[in-house]
Structure formats: structure tokens, C-alpha cells
């Protein structure tokens, strides 16, 4: 990859390669997620860091397109289904995280499994998901494929899966250089609805703990923002870049 200078990249991708990537700032609308001790809430928050990660990978010559735009709740299944239809180099879910642990903080980055990779995991996907499946709309667009022992077992998706696990360590790796997100919380494995959903590389990002006030303050200013924008904005470079290499 190219040099970077005060967070900006040097080097862009290619125009003629023309990678897309789908955005996905979760919650929205009437689900605004979780909220920090002044009462921002996750749904405004990671809008915002979308928008400004949209920007940063169109200057490196990238296609970007967002599952929502502003303050509108999209179906899970249907963020996914924008992401298998277009064939995006890469689907990342953007989060952020709360805990009962006062204390606990750090950015930590999913890809799909047939089971939470801990309690933690496990709370965080009752989470993050509650109020959000069991709709007549999501069953019938889940279907047979709901299965995600099915979707692991199917050898055409084994490389999309290993490609997931490829674009969430580099994406961990760039998140590790915002001190205000550390610490770096690692790969983490869930069985997230959207990533079920997704046949493309996929990930869901948690950037910091809002239920930490210094981490869920900084993430609602915008310099933490910009920051976190960039890293992620590399990543996908990094990302792309070597898989198209």
C-alpha cells in the first residue's frame, strides 16, 4: 500500500477497477440503538461515521453506496440483499456498543458463525437484534438459507468466508491505531442476521463501548469520527487492493 500522510491515503485504487463497497450504519429511525451518557445515540453516531468513510473511499476511487442515508430504519435482511445484489467487493456493518461493565471499552470486528464466540458475543447479538427479527418480512427473506451451519457447510460460500475473516482483521489492525477506540477487542464471531444474509465478504464493526463515557463521548465528537473514518477507509483499501491485487 502507499504511504499516508496525517491520516490521508496517497494512493488511490485503480478508477478502472471500480470496487464497491456496501455501507451499512445500523439502526436507524424508530431504533436508535444505544446511547451514551449525554444521550447520543449509536443511530446518529455511526450515520455519521458512514457518510464520512462514503467520502474517504470515493477519493480513493471506490463506489460506495449506503443502506440508509439518514434517520430511516432499513430491514436487516434487505441491507444484506442491497450488498448480494450488486456483488460488493465487501459488506461492513458499522455499530457501536454498550455494556452492564461500566468499564469495559475497545473496537472489536464480527464475521459470521454458527454461535457467539462468548457471552460477550452473545449478549451483544440479543442486543443489537432486539425488536429486530421475527417479522413476517425478515422470516420470509431469511427462508431456508437461514441456516447457518447450511450457509458454513456450502463450500461456494467457503471463500467469501475466509474472506470476511481476512477484511476483519485488517480492519481491526487500522482500528488499533485510534487511541480513542482502544483497546483493540480482536475478532469476534457471531451469528448476525446480516451476515447470515450476505454472500459477499462481510463484517459488523463495534468501533468503542458508548456505555464507556470518556469512549462513548469520543465517539460522538467529530474529530474521533473523522479519525475512525480513515481507519476503516485504509482498511478497506488495504482490503481491496491485495484481493484484486
Given at each position: 500500500m502507499g504511504a499516508c500522510l496525517?491520516?490521508?491515503?496517497?494512493?488511490?485504487?485503480?478508477?478502472a477497477a471500480q470496487p464497491l463497497i456496501v455501507l451499512d450504519p445500523g439502526h436507524g429511525g424508530d431504533k436508535p440503538g444505544a446511547k451514551n451518557a449525554d444521550e447520543?445515540?449509536?443511530?446518529?453516531?455511526?450515520?455519521?461515521?458512514?457518510?464520512?468513510?462514503?467520502?474517504e473511499l470515493e477519493k480513493n476511487g471506490m463506489r460506495v453506496m449506503l443502506t440508509r442515508d439518514h434517520e430511516v430504519h432499513p430491514a436487516l435482511?434487505?441491507?444484506?440483499?442491497?450488498?448480494?445484489?450488486?456483488?460488493?467487493?465487501?459488506?461492513?456493518?458499522?455499530?457501536?456498543?454498550?455494556?452492564?461493565?461500566?468499564?469495559?471499552?475497545?473496537?472489536?470486528?464480527?464475521?459470521?458463525?454458527?454461535?457467539?464466540?462468548?457471552?460477550?458475543a452473545a449478549s451483544l447479538l440479543e442486543l443489537e437484534e432486539a425488536g429486530e427479527v421475527g417479522t413476517e418480512e425478515d422470516v420470509a427473506a431469511e427462508g431456508p438459507s437461514g441456516d447457518v451451519e447450511a450457509i458454513?457447510?456450502?463450500?461456494?460460500?467457503?471463500?467469501?468466508?475466509?474472506?470476511?475473516?481476512?477484511?476483519?482483521?485488517?480492519?481491526?489492525?487500522?482500528?488499533?491505531?485510534?487511541?480513542?477506540?482502544?483497546?483493540?477487542?480482536g475478532l469476534r464471531q457471531a451469528p448476525f442476521l446480516v451476515l447470515r444474509r450476505a454472500r459477499v465478504p462481510a463484517?459488523?464493526?463495534?468501533?468503542?463501548?458508548?456505555?464507556?463515557?470518556?469512549?462513548?463521548?469520543?465517539?460522538?465528537?467529530?474529530?474521533?469520527?473523522?479519525?475512525?473514518?480513515?481507519?476503516l477507509a485504509r482498511a478497506l483499501v488495504r482490503y481491496v487492493s491485495a484481493r484484486r491485487g
Open positions: 496525517a491520516g490521508l491515503l496517497l494512493v488511490p485504487v485503480p478508477a447520543k445515540t449509536e443511530s446518529s453516531i455511526v450515520l455519521s461515521i458512514g457518510k464520512l468513510l462514503k467520502a435482511t434487505a441491507r444484506a440483499h442491497m450488498a448480494n445484489e450488486i456483488a460488493a467487493d465487501a459488506f461492513v456493518s458499522i455499530h457501536a456498543n454498550w455494556s452492564p461493565v461500566p468499564a469495559r471499552r475497545g473496537a472489536e470486528t464480527y464475521i459470521l458463525s454458527a454461535d457467539a464466540s462468548d457471552e460477550e458454513l457447510a456450502d463450500l461456494r460460500l467457503a471463500d467469501t468466508h475466509r474472506e470476511s475473516a481476512r477484511l476483519a482483521r485488517t480492519i481491526q489492525d487500522e482500528l488499533a491505531t485510534v487511541v480513542t477506540l482502544s483497546p483493540s477487542r463484517v459488523l464493526v463495534e468501533l468503542g463501548y458508548l456505555s464507556h463515557v470518556e469512549q462513548g463521548r469520543s465517539l460522538a465528537e467529530k474529530s474521533t469520527q473523522k479519525q475512525t473514518a480513515r481507519a
